[in-house]
């Protein structure tokens, strides 16, 4: 069942942290090691959301912080970052506006340049 | 098996620190017998954890020669070119004009607009390329090959501000992972090399060495990507950042 948390309330947020625990029911984001601060060095979270942008939302009222770094100041994705769903690339399908489906896995991609 | 005879057999190694030095002995080991290293930083005591390369005695050297040195002492059969330099639009560009029709570049420096750099460049020249990179225990590869599948700038579009790229001195570098990186550039440049573009170019590997979770990703060529166009290389790219740290 998915959900939409454009403001979400104190219970909202704790509803959303705990639901991390229950995967089977709601998409799975993986979250790149530079991001892995705000999700408490979680490597998986799972988030509700009926599109990417519904779920940056849930992810950010779960997870202070994280949206900044995947987003810009006008909300749209950081030109370094890629989005896929499943192995499909956003910008190639909806942006923002993808659909999710509860089975899908998310992954973030960022441009890692250490060497 | 030796690539003596392929397409290509020159491989340009842009960086010989963390990355740049497993690819080059994934490279001896895979047969490469012409090498151009390009570094400009000398060895530090704090390399020898991760580029296993160099051994205490290289400290103080500068990492393009004492690397072209440890790899002379493995196999008599060499042909290395080995270049303290400072990399810069112009002398990249020379550089890969050298060795267009035979060159594999491996863009193996820790920095995001170097590898844009090398990324346009070698687009523009027909050149094949791997580009990587890893933090802690992390990375991504890249083999890159105008007209199979998506460039590093399709996939990226531009470096991350200064401010959103953490350097591996603040989120550290795990040898291990460099090392297993450094092989896999190696591996992927030798069969750029032996002309399998069309099965190993375009697809970005992300693999999380902690938890072994392997994610290969084959997006989609954007469109109006101006490197796949062949446009060259950005002139936004800030080139001192570029070359701030090509191996460190």
Not at chain 2, 9 to 34: E, I, S
Not at chain 2, 62 to 83: C, G, M, N, S, V
Not at chain 2, 88 to 93: I, K, Q, V
């Amino acid at each position: 069942m998915k959900h939409g948390h454009p403001s979400p309330s104190t219970e909202t947020l704790a509803a959303l942290r705990r639901s991390t625990t229950t995967p089977a029911t709601m998409p799975t984001v993986r979250i790149p090691t530079p991001l892995r601060k705000f999700t408490q060095g979680n490597e998986e979270v799972s988030i509700s959301g009926a599109n990417v942008g519904e779920l940056l939302t849930n992810l950010e009222a779960a997870h202070p912080g994280i949206r900044e770094r995947i987003c810009d100041d006008k909300g749209k994705v950081r030109r370094f970052v890629n989005i896929f769903v499943g192995d499909e690339d956003i910008r190639f399908l909806k942006n923002l506006e993808t659909e999710v489906t509860d089975n899908d896995e998310i992954s973030i991609i960022p441009a890692i340049a250490g060497g | 098996m030796p690539v003596e005879g392929a397409p290509r057999d020159h491989f340009l190694v842009l960086g010989a620190g963390g990355l740049g030095a497993p690819a080059l002995l994934g490279l001896l080991t895979a047969g490469a017998r012409r090498l151009t290293i390009v570094d400009r930083d000398i060895v530090e005591t704090s390399n020898l954890q991760r580029q296993v390369l160099f051994d205490v005695g290289d400290v103080g050297s500068a990492k393009a020669t004492a690397a072209a040195a440890q790899l002379r002492r493995r196999t008599r059969d060499l042909e290395i070119d080995a270049r303290v330099l400072d990399l810069d639009a112009d002398n990249l560009g020379e550089l890969l004009d050298e060795h267009r029709a035979e060159g594999v570049v491996l863009e193996c420096s820790d920095s995001p607009p170097l590898k844009f750099m090398v990324n346009d460049a070698c687009m523009a020249r027909d050149l094949p390329a791997v580009i990587a990179g890893a933090q802690r225990w992390r990375g991504q590869a890249l083999a890159v090959s105008r007209g199979v599948g998506a460039c590093y700038r399709c996939i990226f579009e531009a470096p991350p501000p200064p401010g959103l790229a953490e350097p591996c001195s603040a989120v550290g570098v795990m040898g291990t992972a460099v090392g297993f990186f450094g092989h896999l550039m190696a591996l992927h440049a030798w069969r750029l090399a032996q002309g399998d573009d069309h099965e190993v170019a375009g697809s970005l590997l992300a693999v999380d060495l902690m938890s072994l979770q392997i994610h290969t990703l084959r997006p989609c060529p954007r469109p109006a990507c101006p490197a796949c166009a062949g446009a060259g290389i950005d002139p936004d790219l800030d080139l001192k950042q570029a070359c701030a740290a090509l191996s460190r």
